[in-house]
């Protein structure tokens, strides 16, 4: 295995913390939280207490101001244990960066500390039945009226929906402007037009709590604007790069995990006399996926580098989501065929991983759209040789 050299001695006394808490904390209960559809709120404020929720916002607003090294040693000691609940990820990776680079001060000041402590539930409200990867389609409209915008529409598939007490929610505000027209507002959890609908029923990740959410007459004051009036569209393109990495991150370390399992049960698992890892097929499938799986942990490693340095180009993050989710599910889909019967039943890690792994392959753009940025930046260098 190549050693990863991004971390520093601080950076693995922190993962041990971390990985102590999901022992602890999470991984005896995860199983009844995908019975209930959604992890408790004393889960966040722990989480909270323990340092582990926005380690990047500045000690000003109640964080640590810590490298993003430490959210990633968070995201990555989840995934490890298979805990798909706890929508930690959405909460500090987007809603508090969010409001951190583009919020004004009082907004900073006024939900940045309670996000820190577990106190207050991000959620980002993009998504809409007709509008996925195409964030120009949305129809969610916010019109001004007097001082104030009343916005009337719908969100779907929006993870921490049942629980967030904060939204970053993106809005057509003209019409006809296009990619111009967007405009986000921050939603109280609380305020009155903003309607939950049902914990959506998923394939996978059934203990993150997935939402429908509804608008009627909402109506907002100029101050819950996030950014400037028509610039949504240009903010949430600078956040895809940090949103695909965070993708490649969870895929690259699901992807290590599932292949340690399989090793460890085809070493202990019997058949007409021998172990199945005896079996050439079974080695030379591990050997094959292992190798895989480390070119994509190379590969995330120096994006997260790179990310780090303000030097990610959305077109390496691109590429990074797209090999290492495909990977991801390639990995997990192989490796339940080595767990055999045992493989398909929940009760095994492998068959939630299977379950879990799909969504990699759609959330924060789809692999179609990828491929699509990857290709139009080949393309632009090809014109620009010739």
């Not at 582990?52 to 490298?67: F, I, K, R, S």
Request: with cysteine.
């Amino acid at each position: 295995m190549i050693e990863r050299t991004l971390f520093r001695e601080e950076h693995h006394m922190f993962r041990e913390t971390v990985r102590k808490f999901v022992e602890k904390e999470i991984v005896p209960y995860h199983a009844q939280w995908e019975k209930d559809g959604q992890v408790p709120r004393d889960l966040w404020l722990k989480a909270g207490a323990q340092g582990l929720l926005c380690c990047t916002v500045p000690e000003e607003y109640g964080g640590l101001g810590l490298d993003y090294l430490f959210d990633v040693v968070v995201f990555e000691e989840l995934w490890r244990a298979g805990a798909s609940g706890p929508g930690f990820l959405i909460h500090t990776d987007l809603v508090a960066t969010y409001i951190l680079s583009f919020g004004t001060e009082d907004q900073k000041r006024k939900w940045l500390p309670k996000m820190v402590s577990g106190e207050a539930i991000g959620s980002l409200g993009m998504t809409e039945p007709h509008a996925g990867s195409d964030l120009k389609a949305i129809r969610t409209r916010a019109e001004r009226v007097g001082n104030e915008f009343v916005i009337n529409g719908q969100k779907v598939f929006i993870s921490n929906g049942q629980m967030c007490d904060i939204l970053v929610l993106a809005t057509k505000t003209d019409r006809d402007g296009g990619a111009k027209g967007i405009t986000l507002f921050l939603v109280e959890g609380d305020r009155p037009g903003f309607k939950r609908g049902r914990n959506l029923d998923k394939l996978g990740m059934l203990a993150q709590d997935t939402s429908e959410l509804f608008f009627e007459d909402m109506h907002l004051p100029p101050e819950n604007m996030l950014g400037e009036e028509g610039q949504g569209f240009s903010l949430m393109m600078t956040k895809l790069a940090q949103e695909r990495l965070a993708q490649a991150v969870r895929s690259a370390t699901v992807a290590e995990t599932v292949i340690e399992w399989t090793l460890d049960y085809t070493s202990q698992r019997q058949a007409f006399g021998k172990t199945i890892y005896d079996f050439q097929n079974t080695q030379f499938k591990l050997a094959e996926l292992k190798t895989m799986a480390t070119v994509g942990r190379v590969f995330t490693d120096k994006c997260i580098e790179l990310f780090m340095k303000g030097k990610l180009d959305p077109v390496e993050a691109a590429m990074a989501k797209m090999y290492t989710t495909e990977l991801h599910c390639k990995v997990v889909d192989e490796c339940l065929q080595l767990f055999g019967g045992w493989g398909y039943m929940w009760e095994y890690p492998i068959a939630r991983a299977y379950a879990d792994a799909r969504i990699t392959k759609i959330a924060g753009g789809s692999i179609e759209v990828m491929k699509m940025i990857i290709a139009r930046r080949m393309a632009e260098d090809y014109k620009a040789r010739t």
